[in-house]
């Protein structure tokens, strides 16, 4: 059986792609730890790459729970964004500078 979004792309290709997509924000996750715009933007294309695995799961099973979770997903991640910048912007307005490194040091 052969799957084809739009009559185009082959969705085990696509599920592919968006596995090496989800690698690849992981990569920048455990890897590069220094700067906390690439931490979140990582945890952002970890989540989108979720998303695309959960669409494509729930095309080729024919089921619709799949987009109920991108949804939700979605939302989480919308929020978890917004707070996370407002963090980053206090922080930068007090200490001129986005580094996990010394945000490290924070104790309260």
């Not at 979140?40 to 695995?53: A, Q, R, T, V």
């Amino acid at each position: 059986m052969e799957f084809k979004l739009a009559g185009y792309f082959d969705l085990f290709n696509l599920l592919f792609v968006f596995i090496g997509l989800f690698f690849i924000a992981m990569f920048g996750l455990l890897i590069v730890r220094r700067n906390a715009i690439i931490v979140f933007m990582s945890i952002e294309i970890l989540l989108l790459g979720c998303n695309y695995l959960f669409v494509i799961g729930s095309i080729i099973i024919d089921d619709s729970m799949g987009l109920v979770y991108t949804l939700l997903v979605l939302t989480i991640a919308a929020a978890e964004s917004a707070v996370g910048l407002a963090i980053l912007v206090i922080f930068y307005r007090l200490r001129g500078m986005i580094e996990l490194s010394v945000i490290n040091n924070l104790k309260g």
